[in-house]
C-alpha cells in the first residue's frame, strides 16, 4: 500500500514539477515577448531611414503627406516621437530641430526642452521665409540629453510652385484684360472719334499755313 | 462782327454769293459749299473775277479728293462739319468770312432740329472769334428751318 501512495505521490509532484517548468516557461517566454515588442521598436527605428537610436532615447520624426509639398511661405508641419528606452523615469531633454536646403545650409532651426516619462508625441511647426526658394529641404530633430546627443532623425518635404497663387493671378490677368477689352469696345467710337479729329485739325492746319504763305 | 442769312430766289443765289464774295476778297475766308463741288464754286466765282486764293474750301457735295487744300465733308456729319468750321476759325489769323451756301440743303440730310443746333453752333462760335458769317438759303426751301434759325442771325435778308 505505502508502495502505492509512494507511486501516487511520485506522479504527483511529477505533474507538479511539469506544471512548474511549463508556468516558469510561460512567465519567460511572457517576459521576452514584451522585450521583443520594446526590441522590435527599436529595431523598425533603426531600419527606418527618419529615425534613429543611438542610446536610451529614440526618435521619430515625420511629416505628414498634406506638409510634403507646400507652396512658398506656408508653414511645414511635423511630429517628433521620442521614446524612453530607460522607461525608469521622467526625464528633461532638449528636442533641437532643423530646416536644411539641399546644400545642407541651415535654413531654420529651434530647441526646446521637453519632459518625457516613457514616450511622448510633439507637433511642432517650422515657419520658413516667404523668400525661400523652392526644392528639397530636410526637417532633422535632435535629443540632447546630459549633453549627448542621444537620437536623431529627420524627413524631408519640398518648397513647390503655388498653383493656386498661378491660378488667382491667371483669373486676375482674364479679368483686367476683359474689363480693358470691354473698355476699349466701348471707347472705340470715342478713340476713333478723337483720332479723326486730330486728323482733320492737323489737315486744316497744313492747309491754312499753306495758303496763308 | 455780324452774322447774316440771305434768303433769295434760286436764280439769283449765285450772284448774291458773288457779290459777298467780292466785297470781301480782300480777307481770308470759309466757303462751305452744299449746293455745288468746290470746283462748281470757283468756277463761278472765278469766272466772276472774284480771287479765291483766301478761300477754303469745305466741299460738302463729293467725297472725290481733288485738291489737297479742299476739305471733303458729308453733309450729314454736322458735327464733323462743325468742327472743321470751328478748326478754320482758330487756325486763320486776322479778319475772316464764312460762307454757308445753302444752309437748306443740310435739311437733305439732317432733321430740323439738328441743323438748326448746328447753325447755332456756329453762329455762338463765330461771334466768339469776331468772324463774319454769310448763310444763305434758297426762298422756295426749308421755311420752316428759317423760321427755326432767324433768330440766330444778327440781320436776316429777305
Known amino acids: ?154 524627413d524631408s518635404f519640398k518648397i513647390i510652385k503655388d498653383n493656386k497663387s498661378n491660378i488667382e493671378i491667371i483669373f486676375i490677368v482674364i479679368v483686367i484684360v476683359t474689363i480693358i477689352f470691354l473698355i476699349l469696345i466701348f471707347s472705340y467710337s470715342r478713340i476713333k472719334h478723337f483720332i479723326e479729329r486730330m486728323e482733320l485739325k492737323s489737315k486744316i492746319g497744313q492747309i491754312v499755313k499753306k495758303k496763308m504763305k | 462782327m455780324t452774322s447774316e442769312l440771305i434768303i433769295t430766289s434760286v436764280e439769283d443765289l449765285q450772284n448774291e454769293i458773288n457779290k459777298q464774295v467780292k466785297a470781301r476778297m480782300a480777307y481770308p475766308g470759309i466757303y462751305v459749299s452744299l449746293n455745288k463741288t468746290q470746283k462748281s464754286s470757283e468756277d463761278n466765282l472765278v469766272k466772276n473775277n472774284i480771287k479765291t486764293d483766301k478761300l477754303f474750301f469745305i466741299d460738302c457735295v463729293t467725297s472725290e479728293k481733288t485738291r489737297e487744300d479742299v476739305l471733303h465733308i458729308s453733309p450729314n456729319d454736322l ?12 487756325d486763320i489769323k486776322g479778319k475772316k468770312f464764312l460762307i454757308i451756301d445753302a444752309l437748306s440743303t443740310l435739311l437733305i440730310y439732317n432733321s430740323e432740329n439738328k441743323v438748326a443746333a448746328f447753325v447755332k453752333q456756329i453762329t455762338e462760335f463765330t461771334a466768339d472769334n469776331d468772324v463774319e458769317v454769310i448763310a444763305f438759303s434758297p426762298k422756295t426751301k426749308g421755311e420752316e428751318l428759317l423760321n427755326k434759325i432767324f433768330n440766330f442771325f444778327d440781320k436776316v435778308n429777305k
Open chain 1, 1 to 154: 500500500m505505502k508502495t502505492k501512495e509512494n507511486i501516487n505521490f511520485g506522479k504527483k509532484s511529477l505533474l507538479l514539477f511539469m506544471i512548474l517548468i511549463l508556468m516558469l516557461t510561460l512567465i519567460i517566454f511572457s517576459i521576452r515577448l514584451n522585450r521583443n515588442k520594446l526590441t522590435g521598436h527599436a529595431i523598425e527605428t533603426l531600419n527606418s531611414p527618419n529615425q534613429t537610436d543611438a542610446g536610451i532615447f529614440n526618435l521619430k520624426v515625420e511629416i505628414p503627406e498634406s506638409y510634403k509639398n507646400i507652396n512658398i511661405g506656408k508653414p511645414v508641419v511635423f511630429t517628433a516621437k521620442v521614446l524612453n528606452l530607460a522607461n525608469d523615469k521622467r526625464v528633461d531633454i532638449t528636442l533641437k530641430y532643423y530646416a536644411i536646403d539641399s546644400k545642407d545650409n541651415i535654413i531654420f532651426t529651434k530647441s526646446e526642452t521637453l519632459a518625457v516619462e516613457t514616450q511622448a508625441s510633439f507637433v511642432r511647426e517650422i515657419k520658413l521665409s516667404p523668400d525661400t526658394p523652392f526644392g528639397d529641404y530636410t526637417v532633422k530633430a535632435e535629443i540632447i540629453y546630459n549633453d549627448n546627443k542621444e537620437a536623431e532623425s529627420q
Open chain 2, 79 to 90: 458735327d464733323k462739319l462743325s468742327f472743321a468750321i470751328n478748326t478754320f476759325i482758330k
